[in-house]
């Protein structure tokens, strides 16, 4: 229970929206006090049964969260990646061919001496 307990402790305050969790202390008629800042609850003085689902829906709710904000994520790099190809243009290179006779006389000597040698 000590595990539950801590992970109740350290995400709770991960979440924007704590009524369900409050419905469930009321449901069960957990003790707790509400003010100005909030509500808080003795997790020592809960038990079980509350805790368990407590944690369960906390945990079921985070990692929902985490899930979708990689949904979302992976969704919006995959508009990026599709903007990217759409907007792509493609270079035509083209190639032509070098005449013999766009050479002097010394520059064929050297295209000659250099076919001699493999690098």
């Known amino acids: 229970m000590d595990k ?6 350290e ?5 924007n929206f704590h009524n369900n969790y ?3 202390i009321d449901f069960h008629k957990c003790p707790h006090t ?3 800042n909030g509500v808080f609850v ?4 809960i038990n079980d049964k509350v805790l368990k689902e407590l944690y369960y829906k906390l945990k079921n709710e ?7 904000q990689f949904n979302i994520k992976k969704e919006s790099i995959k508009e990026e990646i599709i903007t990217l190809f759409n907007n792509k243009t493609e ?3 083209n190639y032509e061919n070098i005449l013999d ?10 295209i000659q001496l250099s076919k001699k040698y493999i690098l």
């Open 101 to 110: 006779t766009q050479f002097s006389n010394e520059e064929k000597l050297l």
């Open 62 to 68: 985070i990692e929902n969260e985490s899930f979708n």
């Open 91 to 93: 270079k035509k290179i």
């Open 22 to 24: 409050i419905s469930i």
């Open 11 to 15: 995400n709770i305050e991960k979440l």
């Open 42 to 45: 003795n997790l020592n003085k």
């Open 4 to 9: 539950e307990k801590k992970y109740i402790y």
């Open 34 to 36: 509400k003010n100005s």
